[in-house]
């Protein structure tokens, strides 16, 4: 047994793939090296032979993988002298932005879509210290404002326009392929602006062009149905869907993701919001694995294309759950109505008879 080898995030790992020196002060919080689980009982439930893992992000110490990207935005801004950073977000970019902020001693702006950004994450934008703008407007309509105010005043933009960003979260394609010895055959991935599944592109293509790996995943996106401009063939403009962190009419990766597309031989699907909330709630019933419902979009996607035999049997899938379920906790009770939950009296009659009945046919 070997000790004192204490994980310290992912550019100390990766140092030698990213664009830091060693006089780089880094702003960590220890992001990255996350879980990637073997699902058992999805597919004995689709009744197919594959073998599915999901690359828990949720585990990042802000809930998701944008902490990935900004641990690495957040340290180059610093280097380079700023004293405030600015972002526009669904949600877990304005989380991750205003907790690596505050780790640095910089001040961060978050510009925020009204109502429409789920409660877990408004309340890290605001304990994290960030100062929050709720916009009238879309997610869009925040990129577009902060694009134009970054011209103006001295701020950093930490979307993932940001070179950074992307170096950042490219270090996901690499954990998989330490942890599988391989690449996988397929990579599906939640897309709102493009950026994460342009990354693990990067990452995969990295490893691939260091001879590290013989072979690249085929990379397979999938959008809300109500929030498809690659489906459409052009900007949303009111891009609507139960999945917010995804709420997304104009990627700000759209010709990189297109490329990836061809150059991997994958594809772009959507799907509706029932199919992403049925995928979030078969992986937290069958796998005791709960992510957001944007993050449930690769899953749902995977087991469709699985279903139809577009993804074969024998691949080997790895699916990004991209936030953790425990965000947004109001979209997860709301569908979980018919679940177990029970009043009754505090007293020992009660509680036996409640036990009993559940008890019956296990
Ligand atoms: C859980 O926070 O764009 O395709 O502003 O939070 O790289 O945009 C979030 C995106 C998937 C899509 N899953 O990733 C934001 C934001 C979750 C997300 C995506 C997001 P990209």
Redesign the pocket.
Known sequence: MSFGNRYTGLIHKYRDHLPVSDDTRIISLGEGNTPLIRLKNVPQWLKKDVDIYVKY??LNPTG???DRGMTMAVTKAVEAGSKAII??????????AAAYAARAGIRAFVLIPEGKIAVG?LAQAMMYGAVTLQIRGN?DAGMELVKQVAEHVPVTIV??INPFRLQG?KTAAFEIIEELGAAPDFHC???????????HWMGYSEYFERGVVSQRPRMV?YQAAGSAPFMRGGPVAQPETV?T??R?GN???WEKAWELQKASQGWFDELTDAEILQAQRLLAMQEGVF??P??A?SLAGAMRDIRSGKIPEGSKVVC?L??NGL?DPDTAISQCQSAVLETLDASLGEVEKSIVKHMQGL
């Open positions: 992000e949720g998701s993988f944008k972002c526009a977000s669904t949600g877990n970019t304005s989380a991750a994450k997610f979307n993932s979260q991935l939640p897309v709102g602006n493009a950026g994460n599944i342009t990354a996106g999945a962190a995804i997304i990627p700000q990766s992510c957001e944007a993050s979009a990004t991209t936030g965000k």
